[in-house]
């Protein structure tokens, strides 16, 4: 049956060509499936917000899906971390596959970029930040950090069927923010990884882990 929509979304300053994404689309396509992969960058990456991020994603399953079948929606990181929103207001997600989800994002990369550099990028509107998608360094508007206010993680409470992917070693989200959204949640299932942040070296059991909880098998 081909009532089912599946949707990759990638990682902050990341890309649609990312290693993982063409990895997974490639499975997807071996079974005859589609893995869409948006790309979250567009209109343009300085006026990135997670908000944006939302709508979307949002206009991307409303427009492909008008009788609304059922959509499982994938997301590495940020791309978790809104794929866990678009879940929670639209009622046809049904299925939720996070690899290293960026629950939290502001309490762990806060602390790393420093007051005064927070200051001087709230002063100045704009931040360098590395793109690794385009390989070069672009501006990011301080409308990304004050964007992220109005979003609790705690009101995420849609029981939606969610494998969680994440690595022992994360340095950049680590697992402990994964292990505390799935504690208290009893229809979020977590699988440990020995990797870090972008599970490269584990992304063989990220596609048999995502197959397995999907029930992926090729269309009829």
Known sequence: ?????????HG????????????LRSRFHSLGWELQTPDLNLPNFTDLTLTRQIHQVATVIQTATPNAPAVTLMGSSLGGLT????????????????????????????PKLGEAKLAQWQAQATLPV???????????????IADFY????????????TLILHGRQDETIPISASRTYAQTRSWVTIQELDSDHSLANVISQVWQATRAFCQIDSPT
């Open 1 to 9: 049956m081909r009532d089912r929509q599946y949707v990759y979304l």
């Open 12 to 23: 902050f300053a990341s890309s649609p060509h990312s290693a993982k994404a063409k990895y």
């Open 83 to 110: 794929a866990a929103w678009v879940g929670e207001r639209h009622p046809q997600v049904d299925r939720l596959v996070l690899l290293a989800p960026a629950f939290g994002f502001l309490a762990h990369w806060l």
């Open 130 to 144: 590395y793109h690794y998608g385009y390989q070069t360094e672009l501006p990011l508007n301080y409308r990304f």
């Open 150 to 161: 109005a979003y609790d993680d705690a009101t995420l409470q849609r029981p939606i069927p």
